[in-house]
């Protein structure tokens, strides 16, 4: 047999195994759920409901106010059209991407979600599984049911880690530390939350506390169970209202891994960023849970990136649902996209299962938009797709 045949018949096996994989775990995600086949990611979100406690499916869906800016999120992306190529060969499809030195096979992430456990008994281990199961990379809440490191334990695939800086420096810095000494990839520190929003929704609810392991010294931090995640104080020991620039620098002195910041918007904070060094932004409005009436992420995109320049990577999270989205992401600028929402209905209706599947759901949907609008590769994606 010649090297070429025995390249193709490998191949062949690699991706009958895949299939085979595939149809396994959507078989496992199937019978998790229920015996209830989803097809796109909107089918997770009732069985997700029917699930979950009332409580805990208020934490998910809620948003701050009278959630416009969560209705924005999804809306935004409806609204914004695609301008196809033909005749274009499409027949092999690349959709990796480079982000600080490391490849991934595609440029969708998993956005920080905190208190898993109150979606999933397992919480972030089953999470962390299901995205290694799909090749993808999670980020960690530090506000996460689980150990930092017990996550880490379970993961066959990179992990990033959410932080919220302390006023204890000491604190911080063993955080940090923690992570990297855990083989963590890179820092995400959240910068659009001073204080907790008019989360009405979840007060109403009153969602009930569960341990917040990372944060286990300090007072209300998940250990106060008279406290519930709608109150104004239940994560004010752990919030730095007084953080600015100055922490900024001090944070990305220490880190010895790639330090981005999460919950940018203004133009004006993207150019302040690159004067500070960081190494990346999430233009994000944290799930439209903080503040009400900001913009859609997909609409602030734009000016971010306009402004940043290529100086760095810029992410985008909230609203994204299709695999379009993901598409329409990349084409106004963004290195990679993060989903929260539609992973955590996918893991309160099935699991880990659950988990990958949402994530292989989008992955296709993504190579199909790919395929239909004439683009190969990920580098291929750019303006010229939206149609103005």
Not at 15 to 20: G, R
Not at 306 to 329: C, N, Q, S, Y
């Amino acid at each position: 047999m010649s090297q070429d045949s025995k390249a193709d018949s490998k191949t062949d096996l690699q991706v009958k195994a895949a299939e085979v994989s595939a149809t396994g775990l959507a078989n496992a995600a199937e019978s998790a759920a229920g015996g209830t086949e989803c097809i796109c990611l909107a089918d997770f979100e009732p069985l997700a409901k029917a699930k979950m406690a009332a409580q805990s499916w208020e934490y998910v869906c809620a948003g701050a106010g009278d959630e416009i800016t969560v209705r924005w999120n999804e809306e935004a992306y409806r609204r914004i059209r695609l301008k196809p190529r033909i005749l274009v060969d499409v027949s092999k499809l690349d959709t990796r991407v480079n982000l600080f030195g490391q490849e991934h096979a595609f440029p969708i992430l998993l956005a920080p979600v905190a208190a898993q456990k109150l979606m999933h008994p397992e919480g972030e281990l089953a999470s962390a599984r299901g995205a290694s199961a799909a090749g993808a990379t999670m980020v960690v809440s530090s506000f996460a049911n689980t150990r930092l490191e017990d996550v880490a334990a379970v993961a066959q695939n990179p992990l990033w880690f959410q932080l919220y800086a302390q006023t204890d420096h000491g604190f911080t810095r063993e955080l940090v530390q923690r992570a990297e000494a855990a083989g963590y990839r890179a820092l995400c520190l959240t910068v659009d939350t001073a204080t907790t929003g008019a989360r009405n929704r979840e007060a109403r609810a009153a969602v009930k506390l569960l341990p917040i392991p990372n944060f286990a010294k300090f007072a209300g931090a998940g250990n106060d169970v008279s406290l519930h995640t709608g109150s104004q104080n239940v994560f004010k020991s752990v919030l730095d209202a007084s953080m600015s620039w100055k922490e900024i620098e001090w944070l990305r002195s220490i880190a010895k891994i790639p330090f981005l910041l999460k919950g940018v918007l203004n133009p004006d904070d993207a150019e302040l960023a690159v004067k500070h060094g960081v190494a990346g932004i999430i233009v994000s409005n944290h799930g439209g849970r903080n503040l009400d009436t900001l913009p859609a992420t997909i609409d602030a995109l734009p000016q971010v990136v306009e402004k940043i320049a290529g100086r760095m990577p810029v992410f985008v999270d909230g609203g994204i649902r299709r695999g379009t989205d993901v598409l329409k992401a990349l084409a106004l600028g963004a290195s990679a996209v993060f989903i929260g929402r539609p992973y955590i209905y996918g893991l309160g209706a099935a699991g880990e299962a659950g988990v990958t599947q949402v994530i292989r759901i989008l992955r296709r949907e993504f190579q199909m938009a790919m395929a239909l609008t004439g683009r190969s590769n990920v580098a291929s994606i750019d303006r010229s797709l939206i149609w103005t």
